[in-house]
């Protein structure tokens, strides 16, 4: 059962919201509902969200993110459309129902921290269970807990004015771990932080999410942010939702020309890791087979390399077109091994992070699991094609790596790293 569902979620502002709704339905536009005096902030949103994923909202300044959000916490009433949490409806709850949602499921961390500016850092994180009725000893003690979580052991007897802005919004996460709902939203909670300390907070973000299995809708106009906290990411577009995927799909299969167009200067060197580019293992051959085999194996898959895997695909090194071609002519019946080495990197490594390795041999790299256990190969041209931009109408070539041509201007710029 999905954590948060939206669907068909519907907000329009001004006076006649009702009307609004039927004009949207008869197909009329923005700029149609505008000349009544109605706003549609959201317009039929649909989209699940799983128990345990981060699901960012991406979009510029009044797409509808901080709207559609707080339908999902209750704060605003959808105009249309339904909205239901762990699988209860509650798009029409009344004040006392929509409370108890709050309380017990949603908690939610801000922009600007909303901390109390004469409570203590630890009665600021306690607050919610204070509204709760929650005895206080318990929530001190959950206070103290949340702080822990967030790096702020030993701050709770300070006053917020005592912080600095990066350890503030850690007291607004305390308060929203302390609150211990499993949803928590996030409406561009690290906008107002500096660059590297927002930075440290996405990386706590996802250590604590690691750790807790929290379902978190996050909301950030960084695509940047996007890309590195979201499983998945929901672009908004004048309300609407263009596209939810993965980075990966907003990457490479960008829904439309504006999708395409806000992901164009992204660092995909960043955000695509080795196992979003990398390709089936086939040209691999075991130990025991000999020159004639690998020869035959790399005209089938018009290689130039093979990558040698020994029990339990393991890989135990590499051979070189010429060096077999060399053997088969001498009659050899050994692999003629390479020196080099082969590269072993995890699925989740950065693109960035392949680049001096991809440098120093001709071996394509070898993504291996935990294990050792080979599970794709990335061959130095797909690196680098992976890193261009897909053209928004043959967005495959691109992500098949087949056009070395397409890969070629970014070599100077990787190369150049
Ligand atoms: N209470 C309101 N009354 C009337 N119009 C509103 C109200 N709240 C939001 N809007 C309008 O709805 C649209 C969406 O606003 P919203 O705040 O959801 O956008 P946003 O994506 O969160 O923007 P930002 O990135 O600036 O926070 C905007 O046109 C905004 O002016
Ligand atoms: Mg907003």
Redesign the pocket.
């Known amino acids: 059962m999905p954590a948060i569902e939206a669907n068909g979620l519907t907000?329009i502002?001004?006076r006649r919201p009702q009307r609004g709704v039927k004009l949207l339905k008869e197909g009329a536009d923005r700029a149609r509902l505008r000349r009544e005096g109605l706003?549609p902030?959201?317009i039929d949103a649909t989209f699940e969200v799983a128990p345990g994923e981060i699901f960012v909202v991406m979009?510029?300044?009044?797409?509808?993110?901080?709207?559609?959000?707080?339908m999902v916490n209750g704060l605003?009433e959808p105009t249309d459309g339904v909205m239901r949490i762990d699988g209860q409806d509650v798009t029409h709850l009344s004040a006392a129902g929509l409370r108890e949602v709050r309380r017990t499921k949603v908690s939610m961390v801000f922009q600007h921290f909303a901390l109390l500016p004469h409570r203590t850092v630890g009665e600021n994180a306690a607050y919610p269970l204070k509204l709760r009725g929650v005895n206080k000893a318990e929530r001190e003690a959950r206070a103290e807990e949340a702080l822990a979580l967030v790096g702020l052991k030993g701050w709770g007897g300070s006053l917020p004015s005592e912080l600095s802005g990066g350890m503030r919004q850690r007291v607004g996460l305390a308060r929203a771990l302390a609150a211990g709902t499993d949803i928590m939203l996030m409406?561009?909670a690290f906008s107002a932080l500096d660059p590297l300390i927002r930075k440290e907070m996405q990386d706590q973000l996802l250590e604590l999410q690691a750790e807790l299995g929290k379902t978190i809708l996050f909301?950030t106009?960084d695509l940047n942010e996007a890309m590195r906290l979201g499983d998945r990411i929901a672009m908004?577009r004048d309300?609407r939702v263009v596209q939810v995927g993965t980075s990966e799909q907003i990457l490479n299969e960008p829904a439309n020309d504006y999708v395409a167009q806000f992901v164009a200067d992204v660092d995909r060197s960043r955000v695509l890791s080795a196992g979003d580019v990398m390709e089936r293992p086939v040209a691999v051959i075991g130990p025991e087979s000999g020159p004639k085999a690998a020869h035959k194996l790399m005209r089938e898959h018009q290689v130039s390399s093979l990558l040698v895997t020994g029990r339990n695909r393991k890989v135990s090194g590499v051979v070189f077109e010429n060096d077999v071609a060399d053997a088969v002519r001498q009659g050899s019946d050994r692999l003629p091994l390479s020196g080099e080495p082969v590269a072993q990197v995890s699925p989740d490594t950065p693109l960035a992070e392949l680049f001096h390795d991809a440098a120093v041999s001709r071996a394509p790299l070898a993504v291996v699991a935990e294990d050792g256990r080979l599970q794709g190969v990335i061959p130095r041209v797909t690196l680098l094609s992976a890193l261009s931009v897909p053209a928004t109408d043959s967005a495959d070539t691109a992500a098949d790596g087949e056009d070395p041509a397409d890969g070629e201007p970014v070599l100077d710029a990787a190369g150049a790293k």
């Open positions: 907000k502002f001004g706003t902030a959201v979009g510029l300044s009044g797409s509808g993110k901080s709207t559609l959000i707080r605003l409406d561009e909301i106009h908004m309300g």
